[in-house]
């Protein structure tokens, strides 16, 4: 017998999926893997003509490695750092603090630690553990974006 509230039956819709948790904290990055990530990003930045400044932040946010290109405009130096502390201490690409804010969600604004909310902030995982974060600037926020996230990928 069917329901009058269901007339398809007993199928149900399936759940909506919810991410997980983030992931935890690792190892910190070495000053080797922050070197490959960095030269990662690089890459994808000159393969574009990009010009770029690139931090790379251990878990607790401390710089690790920097690298800024010829020509690249001087504020992205502490803008990358912004960006990269903010995906490890968040442990979350510095992109959602973007999304959330475009969606007229600013609480995020009243933090003691003050997020930056541009895209190219991205959590370095190794082994499903964050160990680092790369931050990218110099370039659009998609541009800022693709490096960070050539730049994680590379780390092993």
């Known amino acids: 017998m069917q329901r009058r509230d269901n007339p398809g039956g007993d199928r149900t819709a399936p759940s909506p999926t919810v991410p997980g948790p983030p992931a935890d904290y690792g190892t910190p990055i070495t000053n080797e893997q922050a070197k ?35 020509g690249t405009q001087l504020a992205s130096g502490e803008i990358s750092q912004g960006k990269a502390r903010t ?28 997020p930056v909310a541009s895209e190219g902030g991205v959590p370095i995982i190794v082994n499903g553990k964050i160990i680092g974060a790369i931050g990218a600037s110099g370039g659009t926020g998609q541009q800022d974006g693709m490096a960070a996230a050539a730049g994680a990928s590379a780390a092993k």
Do not use: C, H
Request: no cysteine; charged share 20%; glycine share 4%.
């Open 36 to 70: 490959a990530v960095a030269a990662a990003a690089l890459a994808e930045a000159k393969k574009n003509n990009w010009r770029m400044a690139f931090a790379i932040v251990g878990p607790a946010g401390e710089l690790v490695y920097f690298e800024k290109m010829d």
């Open 87 to 114: 995906a490890v201490l968040f442990r979350r690409p510095s992109k959602a603090f973007a999304d959330q804010y475009a969606a007229g969600n600013t609480a995020f604004t009243t933090f003691p630690e003050k």
